[in-house]
């Protein structure tokens, strides 16, 4: 995983940078954290240096404990000038929230603290996102000052629109989103990924099958691991489609979603993205059966006290996406299976689909699958299985989407 060298400038939005770090350290990634003096009036060291794992630094001369190094990492050999060492450590460096003050002194190659010396000193890819009120966005200074950065190749993650943190006031100026900038960061952090530009295809979330006009039969998926999965092909630069079927999670504008409800639905959309898509991740709960017919209207209390209702099966998805699959396209199905006996199914599902991998888990171990935010799965293929423990779901969408690319076409 690489390593992030956070910049964190004055500004409201400060706090935002904290969840950055969260997500970024939760996908792995190794976090050192730089902080102008001001931004400490917003947010203190300690948060920051509790969820990297390593002191905060702001001033070019300060030394560094960790002389230079991340966390993970051994101690460097010996004491270097922290504002080289860290950024020169670096795989990206992302500036977040960036004031309107340091993007000023960025343009003009001002190198008065330690980040704006860091920002001089670095050759890998720097991330700026600006976050101030809307007056100072648009104003011609911050504007022509944003517009050089562009020019040198910096990459300007736009803010957003909306309320303002001063009272009444609304317009551009809100940061990007945590999960925004680390996409970003994953982007800059693989030019030359294999995924850019592919085409990939998720499917999320859990089907419903109406019995009557209120009434439907479901399943616990969340769509959790679908959306983790759709936002890790995103980070690698793919052109990712999501196929919801009835999630209710907060969603990338850089993601093209489709909602669907019932297994027939799903699959239609399945069978119309698929034509485009270059890998398949079939990863939505899709029920096996449904009610034969549709009870018209809503049945009531007194209708009857006993109701027997026949059950037919759904479209089978993964069967039809296999069979028209086009050269070179590849494709992931998910069996969650219950209990000891489970794996096998699981085998032997790879060799009845025909697909190119089943992602295994045991949805009868705690904690684990269906609605929760960790997963613990096999991935099987015919060349082998790999274990991937316990982890959030994005941990494994990570490792997973590496497996993929690991397949050989
Ligand atoms: C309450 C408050 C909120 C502020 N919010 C922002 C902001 O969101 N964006 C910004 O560019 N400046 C903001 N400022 C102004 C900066 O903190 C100020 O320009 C400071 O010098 C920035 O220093 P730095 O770039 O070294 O971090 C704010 C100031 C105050 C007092």
Not at 85 to 110: C, E, H, R
Not at 124 to 144: S, Y
Request: aromatic share 4%; with cysteine.
């Amino acid at each position: 995983m690489a390593k992030l060298l956070l910049g964190v400038s004055g500004g409201i939005a400060a706090f935002k940078a904290l969840e950055f770090v969260r997500l970024a350290t939760e996908r792995g990634h190794a976090v050192r954290v730089i902080q102008t003096h001001s931004s400490k009036r917003f947010v203190g060291t300690a948060s920051f240096a509790a969820l990297t794992g390593a002191p905060v630094l702001s001033g070019e001369f300060e030394r560094d404990p960790l002389r230079g190094s991340f966390p993970g990492e051994p101690l460097g050999e010996h004491d270097p000038a922290s504002h080289l060492a860290l950024v020169g450590a670096a795989d990206v460096f992302v500036i977040a929230p960036a004031s309107a003050n340091t993007i000023a002194k960025l343009a003009n190659g001002l190198a008065d603290n330690l980040l704006t010396n860091a920002a001089l000193a670095a050759r890998c890819p720097l991330i700026v996102a600006p976050a101030m009120n809307h007056r100072m966005f648009e104003h011609p200074a911050t504007q022509a000052n944003i517009a050089l950065l562009r020019e040198r190749g910096v990459t300007i993650i736009e803010p957003g629109t909306g309320r303002l943190a001063t009272p009444g006031e609304h317009g551009i100026g809100r940061l990007a989103e945590p999960a925004e900038l680390l996409a970003a960061c994953e982007v800059a952090l693989a030019p030359n990924s294999s995924w850019r530009g592919r085409g990939v295809l998720v499917t999320a979330g859990g089907t419903r099958e109406p019995i009557d006009a209120v009434r439907h039969i479901a399943n616990r998926s969340s769509g959790r691991m679908g959306f983790a999965i759709a936002e890790a092909a995103l980070g690698r630069g793919a052109e990712v489609v999501v196929i919801a079927a009835n999630v209710s999670l907060q969603r990338d504008p850089r993601i093209r979603y489709i909602d669907v409800e019932s297994t027939e639905q799903l699959a239609t959309a399945c069978a119309a993205e698929a034509e485009t898509a270059d890998v398949l991740v079939m990863c939505a709960a899709v029920a096996d059966l449904r009610p034969a017919a549709e009870l018209n209207g809503k049945l009531s209390r007194g209708a009857t006290d006993r109701l027997t209702l026949e059950l037919e099966a759904t479209p089978d998805i993964l069967a039809g996406l296999a069979a028209a699959r086009r050269n070179g396209q590849k494709l992931v199905g998910f069996a969650a299976e219950h209990g000891a006996q489970g794996i096998e199914r699981a085998r032997e599902k790879l060799q009845g689909k025909q697909v190119d991998m089943i992602v295994y888990n045991d949805i009868s171990s705690e904690g684990i699958g269906f609605d929760s935010p960790d997963n613990e799965v096999t991935l099987i293929t015919a060349k082998g299985e790999q274990h991937l423990p316990r982890a959030p779901k994005s941990t494994i969408a990570m490792q997973l989407i590496e497996a993929i690319e690991a397949l050989q076409p």
